[in-house]
């Protein structure tokens, strides 16, 4: 688990179902992560999707939690995806974030990703970290930019435009 003044990040939970649902079940939500709602199927399959990756390389999304009140706002880490899109992707961890519309504007995205970000250093080591951002979902990338990520690259993923972005170990 990881604590920051506002935040709790920590594992996944089977009773984290239902909100993780409730989250990409969001048309407005999901806009830019693959511009549909998810299914209760396709939910459980991220939920379990998201387990696995703990379990077989040791770092993953975390679940972000709201001190205050204990709510689920949101989703937010690093993972490994093998989505195809080469060399310089592939093989390094990317970051990524999912917050719900009570979650946003509140900052809770910079403040989950510099705690995750940190704690893989840590735990990890030092690493080139990616990510891949629809170029008009222009919130994500200024907090990329406000995280050090930098466009390395434009490519079309599951029939989308998005922008590569990197950043370098710290």
């Given at each position: 688990?990881i604590?920051?003044?506002?935040?709790?990040?920590?594992?996944?939970?089977?009773?984290?179902?239902?909100?993780?649902?409730?989250?990409?079940?969001?048309?407005?939500?999901?806009?830019?992560?693959?511009?549909?709602?998810?299914?209760?199927?396709?939910?459980?399959?991220?939920?379990?999707?998201?387990?696995?990756?703990?379990?077989?390389?040791g770092?993953?999304?975390?679940?972000?939690?709201?001190?205050?009140?204990?709510?689920?706002?949101?989703?937010?880490?690093?993972?490994?995806?093998?989505?195809?899109?080469?060399?310089?992707?592939?093989?390094?961890?990317?970051?990524?974030?999912?917050?719900?519309?009570?979650?946003?504007?509140?900052?809770?995205?910079?403040?989950?990703?510099?705690?995750?970000?940190?704690?893989?250093?840590?735990?990890?080591?030092?690493?080139?970290?990616?990510?891949?951002?629809?170029?008009?979902?222009?919130?994500?990338?200024?907090?990329?930019?406000?995280?050090?990520?930098?466009?390395f690259?434009?490519?079309?993923?599951?029939?989308?435009?998005?922008?590569?972005?990197?950043?370098?170990?710290?």
């Open positions: 688990m604590d920051t003044p506002r935040l709790l990040l920590r594992p996944y939970a089977l009773a984290d179902f239902d909100a993780i649902h409730a989250l990409r079940s969001d048309a407005e939500t999901m806009r830019f992560i693959g511009g549909k709602a998810l299914t209760r199927e396709e939910s459980w399959q991220r939920l379990t999707r998201a387990a696995g990756h703990w379990a077989l390389l770092f993953g999304f975390f679940v972000v939690v709201e001190k205050a009140g204990g709510r689920m706002v949101g989703e937010a880490g690093l993972m490994r995806a093998e989505r195809g899109l080469g060399e310089k992707f592939d093989p390094y961890p990317e970051a990524g974030w999912l917050l719900s519309p009570q979650g946003r504007g509140h900052g809770y995205a910079q403040e989950a990703m510099r705690a995750a970000l940190a704690w893989f250093a840590e735990s990890h080591g030092p690493s080139r970290s990616v990510c891949i951002i629809d170029p008009a979902n222009a919130a994500s990338l200024c907090l990329a930019q406000k995280l050090g990520y930098k466009a690259g434009a490519t079309r993923y599951k029939d989308s435009e998005v922008t590569m972005l990197e950043r370098a170990g710290a």
